[in-house]
């Protein structure tokens, strides 16, 4: 099941905690709990939360979570290797 987290994580979507379980057919409080056992195995970082800009300013202010106090995850080489394979190269 970590797996196939990795695999919805990979895709080019910005999704919610509420989206992701759906789309797995699982609980907030299990998906969290997922997404914490992939931050411990290295696959997954939490992007880090300081924003020192006006949002009207910022690229990112149509998608982002911070101002909603959600945490924004990003998969880390080794997350994306397993997600797409050993013969895939991240494309960040």
Request: charged share 30%; proline share 3%.
């Amino acid at each position: 099941m970590l797996e196939e987290l990795l695999r919805q994580l990979v895709s080019e979507e910005i999704l919610t905690l509420e989206d992701l379980a759906r789309r797995m057919s699982v609980s907030e409080p299990l998906l969290q709990q997922m997404l914490q056992d992939l931050a411990r195995g290295g696959y997954i970082e939490a992007v880090g939360a300081t924003c020192d800009t006006g949002c009207s300013s910022c690229d990112e202010h149509e998608v982002c979570a911070l101002v909603q106090g959600r945490r924004i995850w990003r998969l880390t080489d080794k997350g994306f290797r397993l997600a797409r394979g050993p013969n895939e190269t991240p494309s960040r």
